[in-house]
Nanobody, 121 residues
Framework: QVQLVESGGGLVQPGGSLRLSCVAS????????MGWYGQAPGKERELVAR???????NYGDSVKGRFAISRDYAENTVYLQMNSLKPEDTAVYYC???????????????WGRGTLVTVSS
């Protein structure tokens, strides 16, 4: 079984910064990709940022130039540095992991429970 534990959400003023963390644990043979998706109230979940096993990353259009994703391979952790936050960034942010399971030897996907980011003055 694989679990993701997210942390770092909270209330921040516009223009401020936050850093989200997501730690993966369990029967992971190989990471394929890890990323963050945001779901604002009344909207669909959408890509914020994603990083592959090769280290390449891609971002949603609304966060390019403001957010940065990084990964600590030794700690099985992915980070999302969020700068110049705007009220429209308010959302629940979910961590996502694509991996090969070490028991079933299959490509699988798992989601975290989410962490709320509120940008408001």
């Amino acid at each position: 079984q694989v679990q993701l534990v997210e942390s770092g959400g909270g209330l921040v003023q516009p223009g401020g910064s936050l850093r989200l963390s997501c730690v993966a644990s369990g029967t992971i043979l190989r990471f394929n990709s890890m990323g963050w998706y945001g779901q604002a109230p009344g909207k669909e979940r959408e890509l914020v940022a994603r990083i592959t096993s090769l280290g390449t990353s891609n971002y949603g259009d609304s966060v390019k130039g403001r957010f940065a994703i990084s990964r600590d391979y030794a700690e099985n952790t992915v980070y999302l540095q969020m700068n110049s936050l705007k009220p429209e960034d308010t959302a629940v942010y979910y961590c996502n992991l694509g991996f090969v399971d070490s028991v079933r030897l299959r490509d699988l996907e798992v989601w975290g429970r989410g962490t709320l980011v509120t940008v408001s003055s």
